[in-house]
Each structure stands twice: as C-alpha cells, then as structure tokens.
C-alpha cells in the first residue's frame, strides 16, 4: 500500500464525504434506523453523529479499510454508543443471519 493510499486518501475521503450537502442526506436516514444495526462500509465514522442514540441496542459495523475505521474509531471514543468496529468487506459477513434489526449502507456502493 502506498503513503498515498495510507496516509492521504482516508483524509481526502473523510473531508470531501463530510461536505454538507452529504451530512445533510445523512441526518435524514441515519436518525431512522433502530435496534441492533450492522453499518456496512463506516469508513471514517461520518454517519456516528447522527445516530438517535435512544433508539440503538449496538453498532456493528464493517469496513475493510483499516486507515479509515481508525479515523472512525476515534469518533467513537466521543460518543455514547455501544459499536464494534470489523474490519472486513461486506462480502463474506462473518456474523449471524438474521441478528440485525436495521442494515445502513450510505455512500459505500461505489466500492462495493
């Protein structure tokens, strides 16, 4: 992996994914999901501000790419939510079928 691909892109990622135009469609699905949620593709933990915190059980979430799930998990120290973090794809799963009440997967298909 390159300097670029390690130590740049996540930032750019981060920066360019966090616009308001973006958050703004973030704040409008995020909020809705409920119970025990598996995230696919957190990345750099954008969508963690805007869970309804009164509304998750736990936060599973998934992303292969370590450089971003360490942005991600430095936001999580910041909040009060109960989320593990994987770092897998999201195309061998290793959970449990049927073990999530809500499925979020925003701005991920791109790399899916």
């Known amino acids: 992996m390159s300097f670029y691909e ?3 892109l996540p930032k750019v990622l981060d920066l360019l ?9 973030r704040r409008k699905v995020v909020p809705k999901v409920s119970g025990n949620v598996l995230e ?6 954008l969508n963690l501000p805007h869970y ?4 998750i059980s736990k936060i599973t979430a ?6 971003l799930t360490d942005i991600a998990k430095r ?4 909040l009060d939510l109960n989320i593990d973090v994987m770092n897998c794809g999201a ?3 290793p959970l449990k079928s049927k073990s999530f ?3 979020l997967v925003t701005y991920t298909l791109c790399s899916i």
């Open 6 to 8: 390690k130590k740049i």
């Open 17 to 25: 994914c966090g616009s308001s135009p973006i958050n703004y469609q």
């Open 91 to 93: 195309e061998e799963i």
């Open 52 to 55: 309804n915190a009164s509304n």
């Open 101 to 103: 009440d809500s499925i």
């Open 75 to 78: 936001r999580i120290y910041e």
């Open 62 to 67: 998934l992303d292969p790419a370590e450089e």
């Open 40 to 45: 696919i593709g957190i990345g750099s933990g």
